[in-house]
């Protein structure tokens, strides 16, 4: 237990964990279920090219996302990626920078221009004012982002892009299994995009899927993703299929879907516990009225209260082997190359990523794990004037 300054690792303290506490460490399922997946797709000798572990995993996550059509890809890039090549999206594309760079990096590989729109400080998610004020001859596509699970102003968004007649696509990476008003992430806009990275609630090892009730859009996504073949409408496409390996994978960990999430909830409830009260430190909280699969637990780090800035808060964890993320900092537009090639003030954007922290979680957290971490933060948060002045910050 930490119980002052002298305590803590970064001034010669004991670490409070012998071995690193990571965020998002993979849910690997029961691994007899995956060796058995495995061996099946040896022995059938169909590896890749839609085979039935595939098809059987697009059909998991389309009837997840309450959709008739999954077309599961290599990775969400690659998905984000052929969604806009498959609607023929030119110029613009409006959305936010509080997001993965990969976001904002799959519209540029396409020679599309991101445009960055501020956020809604409330939600972290795209402020539809804004966006409205963005929308120029030169638009093509709305890019929504579901932050943490949460979900964007769909509806406004919606309205937006009918009136303009611009393309709504969304990418929902962290957003599997949540809702907005009871309905399922993954069946707004035209399309949404899912990320089964290995550090998401249901991995893939490496995996996406692009998810639609639009058949005719997930027939020319089919076959664009397989190089173009089998459809003389689509032109040019690109290999950004899933193998059967990676299907094992992520059947395997669709079986244990329901207790992550529940294992999340619970820790984020006991981080909840643990931090309520604390003076410049708020947790990220979800709306009670919907699902969320609670992968991420968000605390916002206020300097002005605390006097101790979210980054040297990092730098005490991390010497206490506890592995927290700056999620995400900075922002798309403060990152190369779109800082230098298009330079914007993004004022709410700017304040959340410099406050915000992603707090370690998943099945393989312990409470015990989140008590030492809750213990940390309280010290830290308690002495932040002195600890800044002592490390010299």
Not at 94 to 115: D, E, N
Not at 138 to 160: C, F, M, N, Q, Y
Not at 299 to 316: M, N, S, W
């Amino acid at each position: 237990m930490k119980r002052g300054v002298h305590d803590l690792a970064l001034f010669g303290g004991d670490a409070a964990f012998l071995q690193p506490l990571y965020m998002g460490r993979p849910n690997t399922g029961d691994r007899k279920r995956l060796l058995d997946r495995l061996e099946w797709a040896l022995d059938n000798r169909w590896l890749t090219n839609g085979g039935p572990l595939v098809r059987e995993f697009e059909q998991r996550i389309a009837d997840l996302a309450g959709v008739r059509n999954c077309v599961a890809t290599c990775n969400a890039t690659a998905g984000l990626q052929l969604l806009l090549r498959e609607a023929e999206v030119t110029g613009e594309v409006i959305m936010p920078s509080m997001t993965f760079v990969a976001t904002a990096h799959a519209v540029r590989w396409l020679g599309l221009r991101p445009v960055f729109c501020d956020i809604d400080p409330d939600t972290g998610c795209l402020d539809p004012k804004l966006v409205e004020a963005a929308v120029t001859p030169r638009t093509g596509a709305i890019l929504g982002v579901h932050l943490w699970g949460r979900p964007s102003p769909v509806d406004e968004l919606a309205a937006i892009a009918a009136e303009h007649g611009l393309k709504l696509f969304y990418d929902a990476a962290h957003a599997l299994g949540c809702t907005s008003r009871q309905r399922r992430l993954g069946s707004f806009g035209d399309a949404e995009v899912f990320s089964f990275h290995a550090t998401k609630v249901v991995n893939s090892f490496e995996g996406g899927g692009i998810v639609t009730d639009d058949d005719t859009r997930a027939e020319r996504l089919r076959a664009l993703h397989n190089f173009g073949l089998g459809h003389d409408g689509v032109g040019a496409g690109i290999n950004a299929k899933m193998s059967e390996a990676s299907a094992a994978m992520g059947l395997t960990s669709l079986e244990g879907f329901a207790d992550a999430v529940a294992s999340n909830r619970a820790n984020y409830e006991l981080y909840r516990q643990e931090l309520s009260g604390l003076p410049g430190v708020r947790l990220i909280d979800y709306d009670p009225a919907e699902r969320n699969n609670y992968h991420y637990v968000i605390a916002q780090i206020d300097a002005g209260i605390t006097g101790l800035h979210r980054d040297l808060l990092l730098t005490l964890l991390r010497a206490e082997n506890v592995v927290a993320q700056p999620y995400f900092s900075p922002g798309c537009h403060q990152r190369e190359p779109y800082r230098t090639e298009y330079p914007v003030s993004l004022p709410h954007t700017e304040h959340l990523a410099e406050q915000v922290i992603a707090l370690p979680t998943g099945p393989a957290v312990s409470r015990e794990d989140i008590r030492r971490v809750c213990d940390i933060i309280r010290v830290a948060t308690a002495h932040g004037p002195r600890i800044t002045a002592q490390a010299g910050a």
